[in-house]
């Protein structure tokens, strides 16, 4: 439950509620195969359900990025704990397993860049590194299989 946090305009850490009810609601939508997301009685646009999930694949792979850097640089200390220690920080929750203070200095630097990432917010650090581009001309849609 880290991994979500509080609304969308409180001061908590985590993907935000919305972006976790967006996701719920546009699967449930799919699986009725409706052409719209619907929200208690409200058509939400596609664009907030592709925004959501940018923001949890983005989310979900700094945890692991994070969590992989810790492993690396924490081997003595299990897998399981440096997991939570990263989610916790990623949601600013200041939750602990006890392991903080046998963290290495750059241990500490990561779980402090997570808290970071997490406070921030993954599309704000990611757009502030990437250039818009105006998309000029559009290709031909496609079917695709999925499954």
């Known amino acids: 439950m880290m991994f979500i946090g509080g609304g969308s305009t409180s001061t908590a850490g985590g993907i935000k509620l919305t972006t976790a009810a967006v996701i719920l609601f546009g699967t449930i939508s799919f699986i009725k195969q409706q052409e719209?997301?619907?929200?208690?009685?409200?058509?939400?646009?596609?664009k907030f359900l592709l925004r959501s999930f940018a923001i949890v694949v983005l989310s979900s792979t700094f945890i692991f990025l994070i969590t992989f850097l810790l492993?690396?640089?924490?081997?003595?200390?299990?897998?399981?704990?440096l997991f939570f220690e990263t989610v916790s920080a990623f949601g600013t929750v200041g939750l602990t397993m006890g392991i903080?203070?046998?963290?290495?200095i750059a241990g500490k630097l990561l779980i402090i860049v997570m808290m970071m990432i997490g406070k921030i917010g993954v599309?704000?650090?990611?757009?502030?590194?990437?250039?818009?581009?105006?998309?000029?001309?559009?290709?031909?849609?496609?079917?695709?299989?999925t499954g």
Do not use: H
């Open 36 to 46: 719209q997301i619907n929200i208690f009685k409200r058509a939400v646009d596609f």
């Open 71 to 81: 492993v690396l640089v924490e081997p003595k200390i299990p897998f399981l704990q």
């Open 100 to 104: 903080t203070d046998d963290l290495s």
């Open 123 to 145: 599309l704000t650090i990611v757009f502030t590194f990437s250039r818009p581009r105006k998309q000029v001309y559009y290709y031909p849609k496609e079917d695709i299989l």
